[in-house]
């Protein structure tokens, strides 16, 4: 018999019948991918994983608890064998082939009529890498070649197919700093910008990636030092925008969390602008958890704060209820707040505060530079003078600190 080559082909499943003979791991890894593409996924098994159970129960899927029957493939599109029996995988596949369905067999590639490749996206382009099963036997190969070529792609070195540049304003978290943590989506929509409108606490060794053609406008707003005026940064994403370019506002963190990103949101609708938004991983949460502290911790509190510390408590303009914050029993997360945090700290205790209670500064988090200082609410402010605290930096309050430092 010749040895032909298999003939790739992308599958349209969307409200298509597709059955799944079997519910363990390799099943639990290939419905979400049938979801995805929109399938009506008919799952067939005595038992199956929690995952999948839980697919049934949010009405992602039909679960028939019970053995394979080959009435079972009676209008499918597209079938996979994934159970450890092969008796019964065979007794699909042969089902399958009547019917001249295509059956994927996770126990056996030569007696399967399709193979399942490594499939890898980038906007609108779908990377697919399918080796021979017959020959490679390993499916890691295939998909590191998949994550190799999807990375080139996110990376800017291999150019996708071309598509029409859009002008508007995307709204970009860049994460807590560590250029690694910013979202795919976030990176994919930096690289094609036309003119980036960055902050200083935006991932910069981001910047250095891209392209000379592209204009790069910082609105660096230094502590205690120049700034750029919110009015000036919206005036100058519209008037990009206007002109006919991709902008790109690139911020550190996420977008609405003490981002002003919502003003900035106004000024592209009252001028007419399309404006979209890619959140970031947002880093009162974020740095607390890479520095080794959760903001929850069963047993120990059941709610998270965060405030805003650029104004100290009884500032005219402070919007918080710090007596309201003093009764909480759950961790008070502080952003901006080293230059306020002795105020704080004493507005605390002057409300009830235990001296005791724990605080970490979190500095530089996410960076090559970070460090932890570990404190109390009566110590902070000379714990903050002789570590030589300087912003940015995350404070934690609360005993989800003992959580995490039972030592000190």
Same mark, same amino acid.
């Given at each position: 018999m010749i040895?032909?080559p ?28 049938? @979801?995805?593409?929109?399938? %009506? ?10 995952? @999948? ?7 992602? @899927? ?5 053995g394979?029957?080959?009435? %079972? ?7 996979m ?45 779908t ?13 890691r ?77 910082d609105v ?15 005036r ?80 005219p303009?402070s ?5 309201g @914050? ?7 997360v ?57 912003p940015?930096a ?15």
């Amino acid at each position: 018999m010749i040895d032909f080559p298999t003939y790739p082909s992308g599958l349209r499943l969307a409200g298509r019948k597709v059955v799944v003979v079997g519910g363990g791991q390799v099943a639990q890894r290939r419905i979400p991918g049938l @979801i995805s593409a929109g399938a %009506d996924v008919l799952v067939v098994a005595l038992e199956v994983t929690p995952a @999948i159970e839980g697919l049934e129960g949010s009405g992602e @899927i039909t679960w028939a608890a019970r053995g394979f029957e080959p009435a %079972d493939l009676d209008g499918a599109w597209y079938v996979m064998a994934a159970t450890d029996d092969p008796e019964v995988n065979a007794a699909v596949g042969a089902a399958a082939e009547e019917r001249h369905t295509f059956c994927v067999r996770s126990d056996d590639a030569e007696a399967a009529t399709a193979w399942t490749p490594a499939v890898g996206r980038h906007g609108a382009v779908t990377v697919a890498v399918l080796g021979d099963r017959r020959e490679i036997r390993d499916s890691r190969l295939t998909a590191a070649l998949r994550d190799r070529i999807v990375e080139r792609l996110q990376d800017g070195t291999f150019e996708s197919a071309p598509h029409a540049r859009v002008p508007g304003v995307v709204l970009i978290g860049g994460g807590p700093g560590d250029p690694n943590l910013i979202t795919l989506a976030g990176r994919r929509a930096l690289m094609e910008a036309d003119v980036v409108v960055a902050d200083r606490l935006a991932p910069r060794e981001l910047l250095g990636e891209l392209g000379p053609d592209v204009e790069l406008i910082d609105v660096a707003k230094l502590p205690r030092g120049r700034s750029a005026q919110q009015e000036e940064i919206n005036r100058v994403i519209v008037e990009a925008a206007l002109a006919g370019k991709r902008v790109a506002r690139f911020k550190g963190g996420d977008n609405f969390v003490f981002g002003r990103g919502y003003e900035e949101i106004l000024a592209c609708r009252e001028a007419g602008v399309p404006v979209t938004v890619i959140p970031g991983i947002s880093s009162p949460i974020a740095v607390p958890g890479i520095a080794g502290i959760p903001v929850t911790h069963r047993g120990v509190t059941h709610e998270f704060t965060v405030v805003s510390g650029h104004l100290p408590p009884g500032h005219p303009e402070s919007l918080v209820e710090w007596d309201g @914050i003093a009764k909480l029993r759950g961790t008070l997360v502080l952003m901006m707040a080293v230059e306020n945090a002795p105020a704080i700290a004493a507005a605390l205790l002057e409300r009830g505060k235990d001296p005791a209670t724990p605080v970490a500064v979190v500095c530089d988090g996410t960076m090559p530079t970070e460090r932890t200082v570990l404190s109390s609410l009566g110590t902070l402010a000379a714990d903050l003078e002789r570590e030589q605290v300087k912003p940015p930096a995350i404070i934690v309050v609360g005993d989800v600190v003992r959580v995490a430092h039972p030592e000190a």
